[in-house]
């Protein structure tokens, strides 16, 4: 399924340098560099914000900062969605895997 060692790990869809989300084992997922440069804004836009809050900045600015930050991790998160469901997700139904739709039920839970 995702391949990865630990199942726990892509039920979550945590971003791995050994396996998981664009890691060695995933080479049907084709959006990686998508995944890391929206990953790279939203830190970008977070750094902002703790510096605005370090500076003082009016809370209507930090506000707004932060939703971008939002705005960047739930599109990160739509990016991750379907390029598992495409390809995890595609692969564990051809497999009658049901313990692979039902980690990604509980991951769409866990984020909404």
């Not at 990865?4 to 791995?16: G, H």
């Not at 703790?50 to 939703?67: F, H, N, P, W, Y």
């Amino acid at each position: 399924m995702c391949g990865l060692t630990n199942v726990y790990a892509c039920d979550i869809m945590i971003i791995s340098p050994v396996g998981g989300y664009g890691g060695e084992g995933m080479a049907g997922h084709t959006h990686t560099k998508a995944v890391l440069n929206r990953i790279a804004r939203a830190a970008g836009h977070l750094n902002a914000v703790k510096a605005m809050v370090e500076e003082g900045r009016d809370c209507t600015e930090v506000l707004i900062q932060l939703s971008a930050v939002r705005a960047e991790i739930v599109g990160t998160a739509k990016v991750i969605l379907k390029d598992h469901m495409q390809h995890c997700i595609v692969t564990a139904v051809k497999e009658g895997d049901a313990q692979a739709l039902e980690a990604l039920n509980r991951a769409i839970d866990q984020f909404l």
